[in-house]
């Protein structure tokens, strides 16, 4: 349920193009990165913090997968449709601790394009609590596994079936 409390809106993604025009042109770059500012947390806290993805797909695409990370953790991963306009609404409130004071973000568009365009719109809403919808507890610290966001070296497969990563 969404709060009936005004949210605090960052528009992280407007218009994202990622356009192929036939198989000789270069594969263009799938993704879009970038540093934010988390809103203050009000006193009651966050009843909700959401993240909706508007995406559309133009021309010869194909579905691939798309993923929202903050600070090297994915949020979101998922598969896009192959045409047409759609609307994709997530709860990240568990992932609070992620959006407290400047946060990474970096959103990897889906990518399998042979002659067409995938665009991409990507918005927080962080509401805050109220009488009805209030804060819940959610972890006060998140550790990502992944040392960085770059996807390379790090998938599992039959011969690393593991991820392993050192925290103090």
Avoid: C
């Avoid at 203050?40 to 010869?60: C, D, R, S, T």
């Avoid at 601790?97 to 042979?114: C, D, H, R, T």
């Avoid at 804060?135 to 070296?153: D, K, R, W």
């Amino acid at each position: 349920k969404v709060p009936n409390t005004p949210p605090v809106v960052m528009n992280l993604v407007t218009n994202f193009n990622v356009t192929r025009h036939g198989l000789s042109s270069p594969a263009p770059k799938s993704y879009v990165n970038g540093t934010a500012i988390a809103p203050p947390m009000p006193p009651g806290g966050w009843a909700l913090i959401e993240l909706e993805f508007q995406g559309k797909a133009m021309g010869l695409v194909y579905d691939s997968g798309f993923s929202f990370n903050v600070d090297n953790n994915t949020l979101l991963w998922g598969s896009s449709p192959e045409y047409g306009t759609w609307t994709v609404y997530y709860n990240l409130t568990i992932y609070e601790p992620l959006f407290v004071g400047k946060f990474f973000w970096q959103w990897n568009s889906p990518g399998a394009i042979i002659n067409g365009t995938f665009l991409s719109n990507i918005t927080l809403y962080f509401y805050p609590s109220s009488q009805s919808y209030r804060a819940q507890n959610e972890p006060n610290l998140i550790i990502p596994v992944l040392p960085t966001m770059n996807s390379g070296g790090w998938h599992i497969t039959q011969n690393t079936p593991k991820v392993q990563n050192t925290v103090t």
